[in-house]
T-cell receptor
Framework: DTAVSQTPKYLVTQMGNDKSIKCEQN?????MYWYKQDSKKFLKIMFS???????INETVPNRFSPKSPDKAHLNLHINSLELGDSAVYFC?????????????FGQGTRLTVV | EDQVTQSPEALRLQEGESSSLNCSYT??????LFWYRQDPGKGPEFLFT?????EEKEKERLKATLTKKESFLHITAPKPEDSATYLC??????????WGAGTKLIIKP
């Protein structure tokens, strides 16, 4: 059983397009995250949702919009894709947002904008 | 500004050659320090959480230690399957998780 699953694994698209990445966790966790890992391998948090409420929204462009229909899902929608959006995007979940934030990560979605 | 720095960027070892990876941090109030392992094409996998200076945790050939300024991940008699990128992350007083860039560890048979 996959704990955190995200789709698609690879996404190649043209500049200006709109795309979505889906994420689901079956761990019963209350908090879900979206991270961006750039070419230098830095993981940067983009969004965090706790029980469907946004609790962190780092300064990402408003072309990125997270959507959480329920606490097991956190999808990422990106409008008007740009070349600089190319990266690996990871979804993760944890039991809560406190000190015991052992996070479980999905496999990642490699987004390439051409 | 909170910062997490890992060194070295890459480390090549022979099988059985023990060594240590470093994670130094400057944060406003440490709530926890986390070590993760990341294999190519996969998401990070949790290894350890350390909460206070002096704390140590072990798992198979890995041992993590913590001081007020840094953490070490000691690897004893590594095997090729230990090859991966090891990531360190720090949770600060505002519950912000700050990640290091990782150390790529290569163990040659």
């Amino acid at each position: 059983d996959t704990a955190v699953s995200q789709t698609p694994k690879y996404l190649v698209t043209q500049m200006g397009n709109d795309k979505s990445i889906k994420c689901e966790q079956n761990l019963g966790h209350d908090t879900m995250y979206w991270y961006k890992q750039d070419s230098k391998k830095f993981l940067k948090i983009m969004f965090s949702y706790n029980n469907k409420e946004l609790i962190i929204n780092e300064t990402v462009p408003n072309r990125f919009s997270p959507k959480s229909p329920d606490k097991a899902h956190l999808n990422l929608h990106i409008n008007s894709l740009e070349l600089g959006d190319s990266a690996v995007y990871f979804c993760a979940s944890s039991q809560d947002a406190g000190e015991d934030t052992e996070a479980f990560f999905g496999q990642g979605t490699r987004l390439t904008v051409v | 500004e909170d910062q997490v720095t890992q060194s070295p960027e890459a480390l090549r070892l022979q099988e059985g050659e023990s060594s240590s990876l470093n994670c130094s941090y400057t944060v406003s109030g440490l709530r926890g320090l986390f070590w993760y392992r990341q294999d190519p094409g996969k998401g990070p996998e949790f290894l350890f959480t350390l909460y206070s200076a002096g704390e140590e945790k072990e798992k198979e050939r890995l041992k993590a230690t913590l001081t007020k300024k840094e953490s070490f991940l000691h690897i004893t008699a590594p095997k090729p399957e230990d090859s991966a990128t090891y990531l360190c992350a720090v949770l600060d007083s505002n519950y912000q998780l700050i990640w290091g860039a990782g150390t790529k560890l290569i163990i040659k048979p």
